[in-house]
């Protein structure tokens, strides 16, 4: 156990088999069906949680991990041996779980616990808390830890294209007939991080078009500069997703790891199914 435990939440999107080998514990964001809750990518993932949408016909809700999950997170690193906690959190533009991270601190007030609004989200927020793990592995401060992670989130840009407005409709964001004729038109609308919030920047007719667009914008935030790291996110379209790495691939120096990641259901049940998209770093 390194002397700096690093938290982050289930928005991170990053696989558990990329936070274990880091040593990231994940805090799950709760996924509520009526009276039924569940564990965003610990008892629910994105295939699970969209079977059952478009079974009832309606969007569950979500809901920020309670200060109880963070604190017992916390308690797990103290007893593993961490000396200290630092502790990335979705962007607090978009969920209480910022605000559920700090309440739980302060229920510890003997321990060193720092929080972050990662004002970020998805991969943007996991690779955040891995740079903050390779730098406490290499000896780093807290303070420093955390300088690493905000320098690497602003070289990170994350483009998306939504496969459909269904579930926006579903959510009340878009009107049902926009959603209609946007589908009837093949409208995919590309989505971006900015401010801390998944914003809607541009329309484009076709998927291949929409994917070309997302590629054309990711070259252009690059402004030439190599590619530190990427990552692919989707839901539910791992062939798609392997198929647009294949384009991306063919019009940018990619590097040879690349994550494949689901948005995961804290995230996915307000994009929908089908997303995919890109989360890409610049070199320094």
Request: a negative charge.
């Amino acid at each position: 156990m390194l002397p700096v435990a690093i938290i982050t939440d289930t928005d991170s999107s990053l696989p558990a088999a990329i936070a274990a080998h880091y040593g990231i514990q994940q805090v799950p964001i709760n996924i509520h069906f009526g009276q039924e809750t569940f564990q965003a990518a610990v008892d629910i993932d994105d295939a699970e949680a969209f079977a059952r949408i478009d079974r009832d016909g309606k969007l569950p809700t979500t809901s920020a991990p309670t200060p109880g999950q963070f604190a017992a997170a916390y308690q797990a690193a103290f007893d593993a041996g961490a000396q200290s906690v630092l502790c990335f959190c979705v962007s607090a533009e978009i969920s209480g779980t910022y605000n559920a991270a700090i309440t739980a601190r302060d229920l510890m007030p003997d321990r060193t616990i720092t929080v972050v609004d990662s004002r970020t989200l998805s991969l943007g927020q996991g690779y955040m808390a891995i740079a903050a793990a390779e730098a406490i592995q290499k000896g780093a401060t807290v303070e420093e830890a955390i300088a690493a992670a905000e320098s690497l989130r602003e070289r990170t840009h994350v483009y998306a294209a939504l496969a459909t407005l269904k579930y926006l409709a579903m959510s009340g964001r878009v009107g049902h007939l926009a959603a209609g004729m946007a589908n009837l038109l093949n409208i995919k609308p590309i989505l971006t991080v900015r401010d801390g919030k998944l914003d809607m920047l541009e329309k484009v007719r076709t998927q291949r078009k929409a994917w070309d667009r997302v590629i054309e914008l990711t070259v252009e935030s690059l402004g030439g500069r190599s590619i530190e790291r990427m990552g692919i996110i989707h839901v539910n379209a791992l062939d798609k997703a392997r198929e647009f790495e294949a384009m991306l691939r063919e019009h940018l120096p990619c590097p040879t790891d690349v994550i494949t990641a689901e948005f995961t259901p804290g995230l996915s049940i307000h994009s929908g199914t089908g997303i995919v998209g890109v989360v890409v770093v610049a070199a320094a």
